[in-house]
């Protein structure tokens, strides 16, 4: 069974660091890019971040780009999500997601449970 | 950055009746757009595809349609387990945001 468990979250101060990991199996994790997205509370998903399955390719959405880094361990079979300087607003329900098919641009299936990360002093 | 509109923001419907969902790109994405439901407190689950493509799964109740900049999600007749919210996403290769919708909530008349 294919799986995407996120841990890592907590309560942070703003302008703290928190560093986010997602556990994948069931799959060979070296071959799929990788996501995460974000939901804060009541609002919509917001898409933050995208490794390729090398991590030669990496993006970031402008509300966290110089903030946040994303990284993998292919040998670990895990990825990761450094935040840095967060903020009130990064407070949010953090989810990992596969790239449905590997090497060509996809849509997001699986997707992890999530991971609450709240940031308040 | 392709911004993804839905519409409308809130949708009521009685069960047995058919729902429209609406969603539009600020550029072209092909057939590059996928729909996902998402319920209180559980992950998104991924609906369509491909524009119109169902996962594995998805009841034939659910379809999807449109290309390039204007798409939508049908449900034909529907369950009192799909209300929920929808999203649309869009996966264009250049550039390479996965930017969703901001979400359509489909609710009991």
């Known amino acids: 069974e294919v799986q995407l468990v996120e841990s890592g979250g907590g309560l942070v101060k703003p302008g703290g660091s928190l560093r986010l990991s997602c556990a994948a199996s069931g799959f060979t994790f070296s071959s799929y890019s990788m996501n995460w997205v974000r939901q804060a509370p009541g609002k919509g998903l917001e898409w933050v971040s995208s490794i390729s399955s090398s991590s030669s390719y990496i993006y970031y959405a402008d509300s966290v780009k110089g903030r946040f880094t994303i990284s993998r361990d292919n040998a670990k079979n895990s990825l990761y999500l450094q935040m840095n300087s967060l903020r009130a607003e990064d407070t949010a329900v953090y989810y990992c997601?596969?790239?449905?098919?590997?090497?060509?641009?996809?849509?997001?299936?699986?997707w992890g449970q999530g991971t609450l990360v709240t940031v308040s002093s | 950055e392709i911004v993804m509109t839905q519409s409308p923001a809130t949708l009521s419907v009685s069960p047995g009746e058919r729902a429209t969902l609406s969603c539009r790109a600020s550029?072209?994405?092909?057939?590059?757009l996928a729909w996902y439901q998402q319920k209180p407190g559980q992950a998104p689950r991924l609906l369509i595809y491909g524009a119109s493509t169902r996962a594995t799964g998805i009841p034939a109740r659910f379809s999807g349609s449109g290309s390039g900049t204007e798409f939508t999600l049908t449900i034909s007749s529907l369950q009192s387990e799909d209300f929920a919210v929808y999203y649309c996403q869009q996966y264009n290769n250049w550039p390479p945001t996965k930017t969703f919708g901001q979400g359509t909530k489909l609710e009991i008349k």
């Open positions: 550029q072209s994405v092909s057939s590059n």
């Open positions: 997601a596969r790239d449905a098919r590997a090497a060509a641009a996809s849509w997001f299936d699986p």
